[in-house]
């Protein structure tokens, strides 16, 4: 089973370069979330979605862009790249009810010089 | 606000050494908690999930506990291949269709030979 699978796994960016982590689930889950991990300092939420069409923001959404035209798929856009955003992103998904597992892919490092 | 705190920052345990992992959580509202285990360089892995206090889950060495304010991973004669990352994250009830999810910074476990 895939699961959650994110594009691509490494990446470094020039300050200022834009790009797109890409995330597709194959679970026919409604939730997805992108969340960045730093040293010491657990999983922050950046955006998440409830379902096709809608999007929130999370603890830390400045810098970010997302969208969701599908089920499926859930891309994180990076505008501007600072190095403040060197993390690495996961990608996640979930059915949404209380209380359910949520999934994480693989992660992509990013790194901004 | 919200909090998830985790003890201690790092372990290190000798081969057969059992010991616990603290989880101490202040939400207005418990949905559910949860433990992951992470690896390095890989995505968090679903371990557990509780849902009320005196609730109490085992897979294999491993044993999770809940209580009102607290969530302990018992771990029984460990062995090298539990090394990992553990995460502990809180899901509390929302004001919108969103329950909040919150994690911990993690308890980084080294089981020596």
């Known amino acids: 089973n895939a699961g959650v699978t994110q594009t691509p796994k490494f990446r470094i960016l020039k300050i200022g370069q834009s790009m797109t982590l890409q995330c597709t689930q194959d679970?026919?889950?409604?939730?997805m979330y992108w969340y960045r991990q730093d040293p010491g300092m657990g999983l922050k939420l950046i955006y998440y979605?409830?379902?096709?069409?809608?999007?929130d923001k999370g603890e830390v959404p400045n810098g970010y862009n997302v969208s969701r035209s599908t089920t499926e798929d859930f891309p994180l856009r990076l505008e501007l790249a600072a190095p403040s955003q060197t993390s690495v992103y996961f990608c996640a998904s979930s059915r949404g009810e209380a209380g359910n597992t949520i999934y994480f892919g693989e992660g992509s490092w990013l790194t901004v010089v | 606000e919200d909090q998830v705190t985790q003890s201690p920052e790092a372990l290190r345990l000798q081969e057969g050494e059992s010991s616990s992992l603290n989880c101490s959580y202040t939400v207005s509202g418990l949905r559910g908690l949860f433990w992951y285990r992470q690896d390095p360089g890989k995505g968090p892995e679903f371990l557990f999930t509780?849902?009320?206090a005196g609730e109490e889950k085992e897979k294999e060495r491993l044993k999770a506990t809940l209580t009102k304010k607290e969530s302990f991973l018992h771990i029984t004669a460990p062995k090298p291949e539990d090394s990992a990352t553990y995460l502990c994250a809180v899901q509390s009830l929302g004001k919108t269709s969103y329950d909040k999810v919150i994690f911990g910074p993690g308890t980084s476990l080294s089981v020596i030979p």
């Open positions: 979605s409830v379902g096709a069409g809608i999007t």
């Open positions: 679970m026919n889950h409604n939730y």
């Open positions: 509780l849902y009320s």
